[in-house]
């Protein structure tokens, strides 16, 4: 059976539909499995098992270790930062009084040269003084013409010529950040949390991992279901016994402690690996075929 001309025509002088598409041109979409996503037990920085938790009033869950050297290290940054920019407003500043002390000379020197010199003295752009010391008409227009010829060259790579693009450091933020949900976070917002674990004998011969469940009604928590943690005492429930019990009663279940409807935090986590999640679960990435060649420049989308 004879095949199509269009797919084995490759004499031509660009890339046709069939060849763009075995290259992988366009975006191309992927969903993500379930080892692409986040446990609710894991921590947001280590992506392992949660050692003492923490918690932010986002919902962000960490161990203690990784969120407490995230802070300091961005405390350090923002140190570094603010030095250096309080370096370069002290240096800016430097220059700035050395250009009025120059512009103030070069007036001083002009009016000294105009009212004693015995030759006149021209402006302070077309200054110029020639290799024997003398200021006269040929080495202003000399000076000039090389003015003009440095502004209108074409030879940019020239050290002389190159423009000059001094590096501004801008004021930083003085505020940590959560590195999860980019907000405001201070290290006394942070709660710790606790998971009910399961100690049945049913759980215990079937695996070495760890299982949670529900204090209230007992049920096994994973990523289906959605999880609610009390700030004021750090308890973790499933989000209907929160709010068939907790948001009415306003006392935590486990430790008979006083909650109100502000200490209610819903726990984040990576997803559920069903379609209907409202998370973002599909990893796109673009591929921009390069002119003239079979190579490529691959730039990843959002996951």
Aim: glycine share 6%; net charge positive.
């Amino acid at each position: 059976m004879p095949q199509r001309h269009s797919k084995n025509n490759n004499d031509l002088a660009f890339f046709t539909y069939d060849e763009k598409r075995k290259l992988g041109y366009g975006t191309q979409r992927e969903r993500l499995g379930r080892d692409s996503i986040k446990p609710f037990d894991a921590c947001c920085l280590c992506l392992k098992p949660l050692i003492d938790a923490l918690c932010c009033l986002k919902g962000h869950v960490f161990c203690k270790e990784c969120i407490l050297e995230c802070l300091l290290a961005q405390k350090k940054d923002i140190q570094r930062r603010l030095a250096a920019h309080a370096t370069q407003q002290k240096q800016e500043k430097e220059e700035e009084e050395e250009k009025l002390m120059l512009q103030k000379a070069r007036e001083l020197d002009a009016f000294d040269q105009q009212n004693h010199g015995a030759v006149p003295q021209y402006s302070d752009k077309n200054h110029s003084q020639g290799k024997n010391g003398f200021h006269g008409a040929n080495s202003v227009k000399v000076t000039s013409y090389e003015e003009e010829a440095l502004r209108t060259m074409k030879a940019f790579w020239l050290p002389s010529a190159t423009p000059e693009a001094p590096i501004k450091v801008e004021a930083p933020s003085i505020n940590t950040v959560c590195p999860q949900g980019n907000e405001k976070l201070k290290l006394k917002t942070l709660f710790p949390i606790f998971f009910t674990e399961d100690t049945s004998d049913q759980k215990k011969p079937k695996s070495l991992d760890k299982t949670y469940i529900c204090p209230s009604c007992k049920a096994t928590l994973t990523n289906t279901s959605s999880l609610v943690a009390l700030s004021s005492c750090g308890h973790v429930f499933c989000k209907k016994c929160a709010d068939k019990f907790m948001a009415v009663d306003k006392v935590c279940l486990v430790c008979n402690r006083g909650c109100k409807e502000k200490n209610l935090v819903k726990l984040e986590k990576g997803g559920t690996g069903f379609a209907a999640h409202g998370d973002h679960l599909d990893g796109t990435a673009f591929k921009h075929l390069g002119s003239g060649s079979g190579l490529g420049l691959t730039r990843p989308g959002k996951t």
